[in-house]
């Protein structure tokens, strides 16, 4: 069965960073597109980033853009998400999800999420 | 980039009523449309995609409809087990904005 299992939470200081990470198994990971989306604490589900089947295509909320980098290493099967000059608006538990397709698409699979923790 | 507005932001039925959330883009995202379900801690799963196709599993009392900017998810007779907070998802093209969801609750 699908497993999506998120990773390197924790609690950071305005203005550093942190990377999560997203181990997965129980397909074919190389085939899929692969979504990060957040929430933060009494809000609502936020989508972040987006990246293809092979990495090679790579979209963002403009919320993060410029700050946030998704990557994925199809030899481990894991996602990773590299954040950047953190903000007090970016605490939130951070979910990975697969996508439908190889690329954007809806999430049809979700890991259990890693809260992220942004204060001084 | 298209807004999704979903409506009401909560609601209280009994159980056995039809429940009907609604979803509005816009602009147009054809059928575009997924509906996600998150119960209270657990995180969240695919109801619905291509704004009615029933995702395998979900149980047959749930059911999504129309396209272009105005979307519905019924649920024909609400459970208890139905508790939960619902969120609608465009995909036709990134960003994949979510609605701000639509608590439903038992009354």
């Known amino acids: 069965q699908v497993q999506l299992v998120e990773s390197g939470g924790g609690v950071v200081q305005p203005e550093r960073s942190l990377r999560l990470s997203c181990a997965a198994s129980?397909?074919?990971?190389?085939?899929?597109?692969m979504h990060w989306v957040r929430q933060a604490p009494g809000k609502g589900l936020e989508w972040v980033a987006v990246?293809?089947?092979?990495?090679?295509?790579?979209n963002y909320a403009d919320s993060v853009k410029g700050r946030f980098t998704i990557s994925r290493d199809n030899s481990r099967n894991t996602l990773y998400l590299h954040m950047n000059s953190l903000r007090a608006e970016d605490t939130a538990v951070y979910y990975c999800?697969?996508?439908?397709?190889?690329?954007?698409?809806?999430?049809?699979?979700w890991g259990q999420g890693t809260l992220v923790t942004v204060s001084s | 980039d298209i807004q999704m507005t979903q409506s009401p932001s909560s609601l209280s039925a009994s159980v056995g009523d039809r429940v009907t959330l609604t979803c509005r883009a816009s602009?147009?995202?054809?059928?575009?449309l997924a509906w996600y379900q998150r119960k209270p801690g657990k995180v969240p799963e695919l109801l619905i995609y291509?704004?009615?196709t029933l995702q395998s599993g979900v149980p047959s009392r749930f059911s999504g409809s129309g396209s272009g900017t105005d979307f519905t998810l019924t649920i024909s007779s609400l459970q208890p087990e139905d508790v939960a907070t619902y969120y609608c998802?465009?995909?036709?093209?990134?960003?994949?904005?979510f609605g701000g969801g639509t608590k439903v609750e038992i009354k």
């Open positions: 999800a697969k996508s439908g397709s190889g690329y954007v698409y809806y999430s049809d699979y």
């Open positions: 129980g397909f074919t990971f190389s085939s899929y597109g």
């Open positions: 990246i293809s089947f092979d990495g090679s295509n790579k």
């Open positions: 602009q147009d995202i054809f059928n575009y």
């Open positions: 291509a704004a009615s």
């Open positions: 998802q465009k995909y036709n093209s990134a960003p994949l904005t």
